[in-house]
């Protein structure tokens, strides 16, 4: 008897430039048709990746201003009874309230955007009752899951000290198409300032730890004069940040470029990309980055960036997040600038995080969940 493809619903507030969204636009775009059946179900229409989604690819929007569209999304399982849904970001929470009111023989699939200790770590400074509230009804739902999707190995041990226990934990990285990557940097001839000449992407927030890598280029500026950091991305933490520039005396070293549409073409020329998290689930930015050939520096923060670099092949990783730290470890990737191959940091990234690869990881996930019940209901 031959198996019944799998009719998996992904969910996601939207399809826009985010890196969940990336993420989501490559399985959907990559995923077996033979073995799946793929739909979408978001909360708000329009969107980078949305507008580029394959035609076979059937969209559900939710509609509405609701943050968590419970009774939307849930009518709309209940009438279409797919055999996963597969959830990230705010869905994960929303499905998570509803789940027990799923078909019974849907299967839920939940991928967390961030480290949940380090993120909620975070929030409870801000809100510690209602973040702690939050915290205790993601737990609880991931806990509920059929399997969670973890970006890293670190995410993996953090979410096992939290339920106990590792079950239905499984790692999968994020994925990249390197050869559109490569097509993408390419399209455009950009020339950035510095020697060395460094480059950021990310929003302008404080989990990003800008502050940090500004007071680090103080000291790196001491030995090289020339250093200039082109920082691609907008925030709330702009004028702060601005401020803090002319402060620090580093007015000439720092170009605040605001949001680029395609900052791929900045990352492919610069010396290195570097970017100093307090955490980050998988930093897409800087797989873009290796992507396109160029080193990065990263921080040893929560989250996968000790997977992402390998020194000696394609970066530094500073142990710490501060401007010491930070600084020592510029310094030495612009020692070693000569001795970095950007074919061989390419080819790592191809042979750990093309898309396929990555892709038949999220199928053996879906496949897990559901085949003991497959051909039962054929």
């Given at each position: 008897?031959s198996?019944?493809?799998?009719?998996?619903?992904?969910?996601?507030?939207?399809?826009?430039?985010?890196?969940?969204?990336?993420?989501?636009?490559?399985?959907?775009?990559?995923?077996?048709?033979?073995?799946?059946?793929?739909?979408?179900?978001?909360?708000?229409?329009?969107?980078?990746?949305?507008?580029?989604?394959?035609?076979?690819?059937?969209?559900?929007?939710?509609?509405?201003?609701?943050?968590?569209?419970?009774l939307?999304?849930?009518?709309?399982i209940?009438?279409?009874?797919?055999?996963?849904v597969?959830?990230?970001?705010?869905?994960?929470?929303?499905?998570g309230?509803?789940?027990?009111?799923?078909?019974g023989?849907?299967?839920?699939?939940?991928?967390?955007?961030?480290?949940?200790?380090?993120?909620?770590?975070?929030?409870?400074?801000?809100?510690?009752?209602?973040?702690?509230?939050?915290?205790?009804?993601?737990?609880?739902?991931?806990?509920?899951?059929?399997?969670?999707?973890?970006?890293?190995?670190?995410?993996?041990?953090?979410?096992?000290k939290?339920?106990?226990?590792?079950?239905?934990?499984?790692?999968?990285?994020?994925?990249?198409?390197?050869?559109?990557?490569?097509?993408?940097?390419?399209?455009t001839?950009?020339?950035?300032?510095?020697r060395?000449?460094?480059?950021?992407?990310?929003?302008?927030?404080?989990?990003?730890?800008?502050?940090?890598?500004l007071?680090?280029?103080?000291?790196?500026?001491?030995?090289?004069?020339d250093?200039?950091?082109?920082?691609?991305?907008?925030?709330?933490?702009?004028?702060?940040?601005?401020?803090?520039?002319?402060?620090?005396?580093?007015?000439?070293?720092?170009?605040?470029?605001?949001?680029?549409?395609?900052?791929l073409?900045?990352?492919?020329?610069a010396?290195?990309?570097?970017?100093?998290?307090?955490?980050?689930?998988?930093c897409?930015?800087?797989?873009?980055?290796?992507?396109?050939?160029?080193?990065?520096?990263?921080?040893?923060?929560?989250?996968?960036?000790?997977?992402?670099?390998?020194?000696?092949?394609?970066?530094?990783?500073?142990?710490t997040?501060?401007?010491?730290?930070?600084?020592?470890?510029?310094e030495?990737?612009?020692?070693?600038?000569g001795?970095?191959?950007?074919?061989?940091?390419?080819?790592?990234?191809?042979?750990?995080f093309?898309?396929?690869?990555?892709?038949?990881?999220?199928?053996?996930?879906?496949?897990?969940?559901?085949?003991p019940?497959?051909?039962?209901?054929?």
């Open positions: 008897m198996a019944r493809k799998i009719h998996v619903l992904f969910a996601i507030p939207s399809l826009d430039r985010g890196g969940p969204d990336r993420v989501m636009f490559e399985i959907l775009s990559t995923i077996d048709r033979s073995r799946f059946v793929p739909s979408l179900m978001v909360s708000e229409p329009g969107g980078h990746y949305l507008s580029k989604l394959p035609a076979d690819i059937p969209v559900e929007v939710l509609g509405g201003n609701r943050r968590y569209p419970v939307q999304a849930l009518r709309f209940r009438s279409t009874r797919p055999d996963v597969f959830a990230t970001l705010r869905m994960n929470l929303t499905l309230l509803i789940s027990p009111l799923l078909p023989h849907t299967r839920l699939v939940l991928r967390p955007a961030s480290p949940v200790s380090a993120d909620f770590s975070a929030l409870m400074k801000q809100s510690f009752f209602k973040h702690r509230v939050a915290r205790q009804l993601l737990v609880s739902t991931l806990r509920r899951a059929d399997a969670v999707v973890c970006q890293s190995l670190a995410m993996q041990t953090d979410l096992g939290l339920f106990g226990g590792t079950a239905n934990l499984h790692v999968v990285a994020n994925p990249i198409d390197v050869r559109e990557v490569t097509r993408a940097a390419n399209a001839k950009v020339t950035l300032r510095g060395p000449a460094l480059v950021s992407v990310a929003r302008l927030v404080p989990l990003k730890g800008y502050d940090v890598l007071e680090a280029l103080v000291t790196v500026r001491e030995r090289h004069a250093v200039h950091l082109t920082i691609l991305g907008e925030g709330a933490e702009r004028a702060r940040l601005e401020a803090m520039t002319r402060k620090l005396g580093l007015s000439h070293t720092v170009t605040f470029a605001g949001y680029v549409p395609e900052p073409p900045y990352v492919r020329a010396d290195l990309f570097v970017l100093t998290s307090r955490y980050d689930a998988f897409n930015a800087a797989l873009e980055a290796l992507a396109c050939g160029t080193p990065v520096v990263l921080t040893n923060c929560p989250g996968a960036n000790s997977e992402l670099v390998s020194k000696g092949l394609n970066g530094q990783l500073a142990l997040v501060d401007p010491v730290a930070v600084a020592a470890s510029i030495l990737a612009v020692a070693e600038l001795s970095y191959d950007r074919d061989r940091i390419q080819a790592d990234v191809q042979l750990r093309e898309s396929g690869r990555i892709v038949n990881a999220y199928e053996r996930v879906l496949a897990s969940v559901t085949e019940r497959m051909e039962t209901r054929a």
